[in-house]
T-cell receptor
Framework: DGGITQSPKYLFRKEGQNVTLSCEQN?????MYWYRQDPGQGLRLIYY???????QKGDIAEGYSVSREKKESFPLTVTSAQKNPTAFYLC????????????????FGPGTRLTVL | EDQVTQSPEALRLQEGESSSLNCSYT??????LFWYRQDPGKGPEFLFT???AGEEKEKERLKATLTKKESFLHITAPKPEDSATYLC?????????????FGQGTRLTINP
């Protein structure tokens, strides 16, 4: 089955720790994204990548880092510099048609809920 | 600044009671508008894409429509399994090729 997987489903972090959230897709999509979702708020973009070995900051990149060494994988590291990391993290992917129609549809993974202890 | 506002924040309906959810947007140039369904503790599930004013899409009891300023998600004769949060997002010409701006969602509850 084609899809996006995220692991772990639940993650607990102690103060001062870095943690890494995994995102893998087998949809052969070029573009991948990380969002953060807080209660009562819309999804906010953390980082995105349109091609291997390249990524761009989203609206709330401070305290986060990413890598894109393989097309299938886009891990997110939540660093100790992120002061309020407790949230639901969502990974998504889309076909990159460049500027054309149909390039905007993003498909989401099941999410990782991160809690700071 | 591109912006998406959804209303109402929450809506409770009786089974079979039809209604509509609203998504108002302000963008410098709309490339596409997207509707998603999200169940508690899960990732959003893609429903529809609309590209131009006047366009309509349907899926089972859901119908999405688009004007130049807003989109509606019409729910006809809903069932309890339609209970979820419905998210609206826009892709703007001024944004990067795939950047979406999301609304805060409408939490829909259908009572049996």
């Amino acid at each position: 089955d084609g899809g996006i997987t995220q692991s772990p489903k639940y993650l607990f972090r102690k103060e001062g720790q870095n943690v890494t959230l995994s995102c893998e897709q087998n949809l052969n999509h070029d573009a991948m994204y990380w969002y953060r979702q807080d209660p009562g708020q819309g999804l906010r973009l953390i980082y995105y990548s349109q091609i291997v070995n390249d990524f761009q900051k989203g609206d709330i990149a401070e305290g986060y880092s990413v890598s894109r060494e393989k097309k299938e994988s886009f891990p997110l590291t939540v660093t100790s510099a992120q002061k309020n990391p407790t949230a639901f993290y969502l990974c998504a992917s889309s076909i990159d048609h460049g500027q054309g129609r149909g390039s905007g549809e993003q498909f989401f993974g099941p999410g990782t809920r991160l809690t700071v202890l | 600044e591109d912006q998406v506002t959804q209303s109402p924040e929450a809506l409770r309906l009786q089974e079979g009671e039809s209604s509509s959810l609203n998504c108002s947007y302000t963008v410098s140039g709309l490339r596409g508008l997207f509707w998603y369904r999200q169940d508690p503790g899960k990732g959003p599930e893609f429903l529809f894409t609309l590209y131009s004013a006047g366009e309509e899409k349907e899926k089972e009891r859901l119908k999405a429509t688009l004007t130049k300023k807003e989109s509606f998600l019409h729910i006809t004769a809903p069932k309890p399994e339609d209970s979820a949060t419905y998210l609206c997002a826009v892709q703007a010409v001024t944004q990067g090729a795939q950047k979406l701006v999301f609304g805060q969602g409408t939490r829909l509850t259908i009572n049996p």
